[in-house]
């Protein structure tokens, strides 16, 4: 949760998507809470318990993949090993074998956001990881180190491919990019630091890298990218009404009356709020009685985009809040082990028992259909405001030939730039998560390429944010044109500080290249120089 003093303290149950993402993104010191570094310690104490009674444990005492019923004391190699050089070579080998992840590095907020969903994961208890990796996987965020991860590798039920990388720095192979960009070998960057390589032993190995973080960090990421997108949008359409000369009427508070859809309401207040002693409340004889349906069906539209990132961010955080570890290390008092438990249960004392039970808590399908929901309700988002665009620049809707204006025709090839963005959008929605090929000796026969959809998801609002400057560019050309005529034409409290915010930003570099204007635009509704409207 987040603090007053920008603190995030992690292990409460109450990490939100924003949470991760503001931490990712800004200087943040992550805190661990007592009681979920409780909840680690007696999942460590209860992994003990269960390999010294020699309960089969994957990935610990026994093999992972097609090895899986392997025992590691019988493998060649670790014969002349006592057993914790034994346990130190078979983690350090788990990690290094894993890094198998190709191509581009994934960018340092995204690694950063990864470690702290699984910092807040492992603090859920379930992983038995031990106390020197937890400790330096926190000090690690906190002081900014961010493994480089290369970038395609995971299909999704685990993202192990990829966060085997972070165990690897962690001891001191590999790269690690620090808090000022600096990249530098992993040992070195982490001797700087002053913290200590890792020594990983248990189910250290398994703890760090079996775990959807990655997809789940991006998934936080995309969840802020969406809802600047939202507030984008609302903004847009405001200001679009009026360049239209529109009708007020789908904003009355009589539709969300007669339509309860979740968020109507509260969208079509925004907009009214917006609106609010702008011109179009007043009678005109040259306003259509129905307008396009770009325009009349937004507010309901953008009230399902809500409700998309409502549901996104209730699945979200379920998972970073929740056990992932496949074993669960289960901890619990002896008389609580019950005959269906107790053949993955060892001995314990009087307080403790330890098991390992086998799970697909790596299976993070109920938030992966969530965000392609969510994609397709924003690509109608998009859609929308391609077509407002293209129905601004005919005077047939607006009574004002703009092309008589403009010789250059300026405003009319924004058109192709729409139709690539959007074409770029929809290729996006193709549903990954049914595309997977049997692996793992085709014990790992499903899966959902989370990442890969998360991340085509993120450029895709990015393209999403392009296509509302491409309408604000011909909206805020259409506003220009009716004030040539009417210059006291009153526009609504929010839609007059975007235009005046736009011409501000416009003017104080002119530039005589229209897709300049574009890119302006869109830098500034990224880093929210236009959120004050």
């Known amino acids: 949760m987040l603090n007053p003093d920008r603190h995030i303290v992690l292990g409460t149950g ?23 570094m409780d909840r680690a310690d007696r999942s460590r104490r209860a992994l003990a318990w269960a390999v010294r009674a020699d309960v089969p444990i994957y990935g610990v005492n026994r093999g992972v993949g097609m090895a899986r019923q392997i025992r590691v004391n019988d493998y060649r190699e670790f014969t002349a090993l006592d057993d914790g050089e034994r346990s130190l070579q078979f983690n350090r080998n788990l990690l290094l074998s894993h890094c198998r992840a190709i191509g581009e590095p994934v960018a340092r907020m995204d690694v950063r956001a990864a470690m702290i969903v699984r910092l807040n994961t492992l603090l859920a208890g379930g992983s038995g990881i031990g106390a020197e990796a937890l400790d330096l996987l926190l000090e690690m965020v ?83 990218a969406a809802k600047k997108v939202l507030a984008a949008a609302n903004l847009t359409y405001a200001l679009s009404l009026e360049a239209l000369n529109g009708n007020v009427a789908p904003l009355l508070d009589v539709a969300a009356a007669d339509r309860p859809f979740r968020h109507y309401a509260g969208i079509l207040a925004q907009f009214r709020d917006m609106l609010e002693g702008s011109y179009l409340w007043r009678p005109s004889e040259e306003r259509y009685l129905q307008d396009p349906l770009s325009f009349r069906t937004a507010p309901l539209m953008h009230a399902v985009c809500t409700e998309s990132i409502d549901r996104l961010e209730q699945t979200l955080s379920v998972q970073i809040n929740s056990i992932e570890d496949n074993p669960s290390i289960m901890a619990c008092s002896p008389e609580d082990v019950s005959e269906q438990l107790r053949p993955y249960f060892g001995s314990g004392d009087e307080q403790l028992a330890g098991g390992a039970i086998p799970t697909a808590y790596f299976d993070p399908l109920p938030w992966v259909l969530d965000a392609q929901s969510m994609l397709v309700a924003f690509a109608h988002l998009s859609n929308a405001s391609m077509q407002r665009a293209n129905r601004l620049i005919n005077p047939h809707f607006t009574k004002i030939d703009m092309l008589a204006r403009q010789p250059t025709a300026s405003a009319f090839g924004f058109s192709k730039i729409a139709n690539v963005l959007q074409a770029q959008i929809a290729a996006a929605l193709q549903p990954l ?97 236009l959120d004050n409207a």
Do not use: W
Not at 27 to 35: D, G, N
Not at 219 to 224: I, W
């Open 433 to 529: 998560s049914t595309q997977v090929q049997p692996s793992a000796g085709d014990i790992e026969d499903v899966g959902n390429h989370a990442p890969t959809g998360i991340r085509r998801a993120i450029e895709a609002m990015d393209n999403i944010l392009r296509m509302l400057a491409v309408e604000l560019v011909v909206a805020d050309s259409l506003i220009r044109a009716r004030r040539d005529d009417q210059p006291e034409l009153p526009l609504g409290r929010g839609s007059e500080k975007l235009h005046q915010a736009l011409r501000d930003l416009l003017s104080a570099a002119p530039d005589l290249r229209p897709g300049t204007a574009i890119d302006r635009i869109y830098d500034a509704l990224k880093a929210g120089k």
């Open 142 to 224: 906190n002081r900014g180190l961010s493994p480089i991860v290369p970038g395609t590798g995971s299909v999704g039920v685990g993202d192990l491919s990829s966060l085997s990388y972070v165990g690897a720095a962690m001891m001191g192979v590999g790269q690690i990019e620090t808090e000022d960009g600096t990249i530098l070998p992993a040992a070195e960057a982490l001797s700087r630091a002053g913290l200590p390589l890792l020594h990983p032993i248990g189910r250290d190995a398994m703890a760090i890298m079996s775990s959807n973080a990655l997809s789940a960090g991006q998934a936080c990421l995309l969840v802020a």
């Open 14 to 36: 109450a990490l939100s998507p924003g949470d991760v993402a503001m931490a990712a993104t800004a200087s943040c010191k992550i805190l661990a809470s007592q009681e979920g």
